[in-house]
């Protein structure tokens, strides 16, 4: 009777594991999707947010269940020790019994490699499964990395004229531009030109001061520009920037490909991690690995561990940010080096699997 307890015990915590996976993996996989822009909106970005807490709930879980599978196993090596039977011997001989144990409830109590716990056909789902991993790694680098850089393209004071409830215009320069500096790139060519500006605006005030107004051609007195302004703070002065996109910095919107230069690197930023990493990291970590070393790293409660804590640092580092929130030094690391944390740290936990 207590066989079949344990037993059952054992084969719910063995779902719990295979479930968080699951919902887990589309959780991560749903909230990197909204961070690329697929529903943008004001802050605070609700949407990522829940699913993000979902995906590192669920990582946090399944690391708890794989530990918890290991209290059996270490119970009955434990009594095996004490009565002195061989423990090589009896490993060798139920090795195939232990491998079809999905079907034998009773004797999961005496589990000592959880991680042998095969569906039918188990290495061709374990390669799937590995290779599904991957390449929601790499999607996932390439959203932190793109969302975080696209998310605050506005800054410094885009940012203090939208929390003071900023609207764009449209506006004319009505002074001779001061300060008019060339932007240049590395082969001496124009990219635009920075000034500044005092501008009229349309339904607002006759006189704006833009400092650092950015145009892609050489601002003058008539130029027609568009402006992001605070009705009820026009001490701040405007913010011009044809490079970015006024309105969704207005609204607070994110969207991680706007329609500007910033939104072309973006996007070559995004193929590059995601499409270049995931195409080969995915077939290393997938077709050079044995199936029955990918299985023990799936079952493996300290590999977990490590995924898991990844996990949650970085959903804590973007909650301020997807809030609306000023970040702490702790936080603004976890989510600037989410990108690249989650890459190695999945290599290094998966190492071991190329042996």
Known sequence: MRSVMVGGLVWGLVWVVRLCALVGWVATAVACTWLLGVAPMPQPWNGPLVWGAVAAGCAVVRALALWGLRVPAAVAWWRRRRSG???????????????????????????????????????????????????????????????????SEAGGKAETLRDAGAEVSAAMVVEKPAAVRADVDDEDVVQGYSSRLVVAVAGGPERLTVKGAYTSEKPREG????????????????????????????????????????????????????????????????????????????????????????????????RPLLLGEQPQLAELISAGGGFFLVLVVYIVTSIRSLR
């Open 85 to 151: 039977v061989s423990l090589s011997k009896e490993r060798l001989a139920d090795r195939r019994v232990r491998r079809g144990r999905w079907a034998r409830r009773g004797r999961w109590a005496d589990w000592e490699d959880v991680h042998e716990l095969f569906f039918r056909g188990h290495e061709i789902w374990t390669k799937l499964r590995t290779a599904a991993v991957w390449l929601l790694v790499a999607f996932s680098s390439g959203a932190f990395f793109v969302a975080l850089l696209t998310g």
């Open 223 to 318: 130029t027609e520009v568009d402006v992001l302004w605070a009705r009820s703070a026009t001490r701040l002065g405007g913010y011009v920037h044809e490079g970015r996109d006024l309105p969704a910095i207005a609204a607070g919107r994110w969207k991680a490909f706007p329609d500007s230069e910033l939104g072309g690197t973006m996007l070559f930023a995004f193929i590059l991690l995601a499409v270049v990493f995931g195409g080969v990291l995915a077939p290393v970590f997938t077709l050079m690995a044995d199936a029955d070393d990918l299985q023990e790293l799936a079952w493996s409660p300290l590999a977990q561990t490590v995924r898991a804590a990844l996990a949650a640092a970085v959903f804590l580092g973007w």
